[in-house]
């Protein structure tokens, strides 16, 4: 599941409550995750982001873990619960996972054109050129996923994938420097992006598909926030609290779970 933050401005730090937003989570399908914030309140309104400084505990780790970023991880069926503690603040969410068993085919158009976007190859200064690059030339931002697929699978006698072994696709060689790559070191061997392209590839590399799911609504959290008026934030190291939102994209019928979005992928075909 990917996920986003985009944020913002500074505030002087304030007493008051946290909150954990969403406060009610569901984890769908293997490799589910859930990114959440921890948001210090006063008087009912969010008055800055306090995610990084608070301590974030499972209540059962074997069904959902918590990073001390936020991000939640699914680990298997059952019910578990987050909380947060900042100061003398305490807050939870409820976490249900499901269907963490069921076999998982990576989408093209959602998963595999934003790992692409996300890692750059699509930008405009590197495959999404005009002309491409090194004879290899993809839609800019990946606007383009029917002809994108044909790319990637059938030209060069296919050997960009190799679906009997993925590990030797040259989409997954050149960006890990695994043979020389014009665009340098793109990904890591097994990161979440590498895994996502080499599970698509062992799937068969589908193409995309009219059950795809696509976003029918678009949320934002917190709704309501007080920011400091000419207060720009300049550096991590900056003292005060970062205020920030988190977006979810409730999905179509077809997908089994809403995407949630974080900053680095925030121009992710959105």
């Not at 305490?90 to 054109?113: D, G, L, W, Y």
Request: net charge positive; hydrophobic share 40%.
């Amino acid at each position: 599941m990917l996920q986003i933050v985009s944020s913002a401005m500074l505030l002087l730090p304030v007493a008051g409550d946290i909150q954990i937003s969403p406060g009610d989570i569901a984890l769908t399908g293997p490799g589910a995750a859930q990114r959440v914030l921890v948001l210090q309140t006063k008087e009912g309104e969010v008055r800055g982001d306090v995610t990084k400084a608070a301590k974030l505990t499972s209540s059962n780790p074997k069904v959902a873990s918590v990073d001390a970023s936020g991000v939640v991880h699914a680990t298997a069926d059952g019910d578990a619960t987050i909380t947060a503690i900042h100061g003398d603040g305490k807050a939870t969410a409820k976490i249900k996972v499901q269907k963490i068993a069921e076999p998982f085919e990576p989408s093209f158009a959602n998963h595999v054109v934003p790992v692409l976007t996300r890692i750059g190859c699509n930008s405009g200064a590197c495959h999404g050129a005009l002309a491409g690059k090194g004879g290899f030339k993809l839609s800019l931002r990946g606007y383009d996923p029917v002809s994108d697929h044909f790319v990637l699978t059938r030209q060069v006698l296919g050997r960009r994938v190799n679906t009997q072994e993925p590990a030797k696709s040259l989409m997954l060689l050149k960006p890990t420097l695994a043979i020389p790559h014009g665009g340098g070191l793109k990904l890591e061997v097994r990161s979440p992006e590498y895994d996502v392209l080499a599970d698509w590839i062992a799937s068969g590399a589908p193409g995309p598909s009219p059950k795809d799911a696509h976003i029918v609504r678009l949320e934002v959290f917190p709704g309501r926030a007080v920011l400091k008026p000419r207060t720009r934030c300049k550096s991590s190291s900056a003292p005060g609290i970062r205020t920030a939102c988190r977006g979810t994209l409730p999905a179509s019928p077809n997908s089994a779970a809403p995407r949630t979005w974080s900053p680095a992928s925030m121009t992710r075909g959105l």
